[in-house]
């Protein structure tokens, strides 16, 4: 299904809900999508992510039911659910699909409130889904907004972000890392959200949409691979740890190690293990230094950091492949590229670019031929902007 925008997607939801649920009022809220400017991997290892909420995401038109029940629709999938609450046990069930997001969500509430009562939902989303650009985290982080917002919990900013975390790696079982939640419960227009997971502490900086442009290079290349090869480097980077841990030095991340520190252990470790461990620790330092760079409106030097982010995740990490490699090549000979690197866990799914603005329909038409000249593939590009956090729409 193409992508509507923003209005006709709200009266689609909004006709969607009528049709199956009958007249009456209703209510719409929203959370956004994220992309990941620096900091690839390092959630889960204690380290520091530049995260910025984008304009698109994922919206809910929602209404709640005085019994248990819980009916819920997608514009952007098939299958529907329509269960009692108490059936709702401690995790997803494979029959239950992309339902599982909202009804962890629903399980926290009923678990950390007490609520009971059931709701009416139909979700609809403006980000491609399953691309790296965390629309789980969306359709979670909204859910949370809604269900706060129709029973008065009180539940804001970094707490729906706990319960969308919890919802995820508790009730679908992804052993994911906190940034995607963060990111999108915590976002602020012009801004993009420094966080320091080992806290977690986070701070507002400073992003300006007049100095540089976010193009994202959609390779249309399924991340198949994503799962397994995500909870492979999860435990990989337990295993670096372990061996730091052992060489001597006890820090409670692995991502607050210094290189001294790696190489002081190289003799523990593969070469696998040893390049996992290197990318954390030079992504880490990246980070840093992009943060530094926005602060000073140095977008070509944030640009750079980007382009060396991507080979570490190509060399060190492995987590790209020819797709991403191929579509951010074509992007970094453009002009007005200041550079390029993979979103998300990588494996497919989609790239950033960033751009001097004025520039996106040149770079789009000259990536998209380079691109299908080597693959054969047609990709697609998205003009993101950076957006707020979750609101209440319509
Ligand atoms: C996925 C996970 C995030 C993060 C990124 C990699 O998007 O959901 O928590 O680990 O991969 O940076």
């Given amino acids: 299904m193409p992508i509507l925008p923003r209005a006709a997607l709200l009266d689609a939801l909004a006709a969607r809900f009528r049709a199956d649920f009958g007249p009456g009022p209703l209510r719409c809220f929203f959370a956004p999508g994220r992309i990941n400017l620096l900091g690839a991997h390092l959630d889960y290892n204690g380290g520091d992510v530049l995260p910025m909420a984008v304009d698109r995401g994922i919206y809910v038109a929602i209404r709640p039911r005085d019994d248990g029940r819980v009916r819920l629709r997608s514009l952007d999938f098939e299958r529907v659910v329509d269960l009692d609450g108490s059936a709702v046990g401690a995790h997803t069930t494979p029959d239950l699909g992309w339902a599982g997001y909202p009804l962890g969500v629903w399980a926290g509430f009923r678990a950390a409130h007490g609520l009971q009562r059931g709701f009416d939902a139909v979700f609809a989303g403006d980000l491609p889904v399953a691309s790296g650009l965390s629309s789980s985290a969306a359709i979670e982080v909204v859910t949370a907004l809604a269900l706060d917002a129709l029973h008065g919990f009180g539940v804001h900013g970094e707490q729906l972000a706990l319960i969308a975390h919890r919802a995820e790696t508790g009730f679908v079982g992804v052993r994911c890392g906190i940034m995607d939640q963060y990111a999108s419960a915590l976002g602020r227009a012009g801004h993009v959200l420094l966080l320091h997971c080992a806290g977690p502490r986070w701070e507002h900086v400073p992003f300006d949409p007049a100095a540089c442009e976010v193009l994202v290079l959609d390779t249309k290349k399924p991340r198949h691979l994503a799962k397994s090869g995500f909870n492979e480097r999860v435990a990989q980077c337990a295993a670096v740890h372990a061996?730091?841990?052992?060489?001597?030095?006890?820090?409670?991340?692995?991502?607050?190690?210094?290189?001294?520190?790696?190489?002081?252990?190289?003799?523990?470790?593969?070469?696998?293990?040893?390049?996992?461990?290197?990318?954390?620790?030079?992504?880490?330092?990246?980070?840093?230094?992009?943060?530094?760079?926005?602060?000073?409106?140095?977008?070509?030097?944030?640009?750079?950091?980007?382009?060396?982010?991507?080979?570490?995740?190509?060399?060190?990490?492995?987590?790209?492949?020819?797709?991403?490699?191929?579509?951010?090549?074509?992007?970094?000979?453009?002009?007005?590229?200041?550079?390029?690197?993979?979103?998300?866990?990588?494996?497919?799914?989609?790239?950033?670019?960033?751009?001097?603005?004025?520039?996106?329909?040149?770079?789009?038409?000259?990536?998209?031929?380079?691109?299908?000249?080597?693959?054969?593939?047609?990709?697609?590009?998205?003009?993101?902007?950076?957006?707020?956090?979750?609101?209440?729409?319509?």
Avoid: K, W
């Fill in 243 to 394: 061996a730091l841990r052992a060489a001597g030095v006890e820090r409670p991340h692995l991502a607050l190690y210094e290189l001294a520190d790696l190489e002081r252990a190289r003799g523990r470790l593969d070469d696998v293990h040893f390049r996992r461990g290197r990318h954390v620790l030079t992504e880490m330092a990246r980070t840093r230094d992009g943060a530094a760079a926005l602060r000073a409106h140095d977008y070509r030097a944030l640009g750079a950091l980007l382009d060396q982010s991507h080979a570490s995740t190509r060399v060190d990490y492995e987590v790209s492949c020819a797709e991403l490699d191929a579509i951010t090549d074509a992007a970094r000979a453009c002009q007005g590229v200041f550079g390029a690197r993979l979103v998300g866990a990588g494996f497919g799914g989609c790239a950033i670019a960033l751009l001097a603005p004025g520039c996106a329909d040149a770079v789009q038409a000259a990536t998209a031929a380079s691109y299908q000249s080597r693959l054969g593939i047609e990709p697609a590009f998205y003009l993101l902007r950076n957006g707020t956090g979750p609101v209440e729409v319509g």
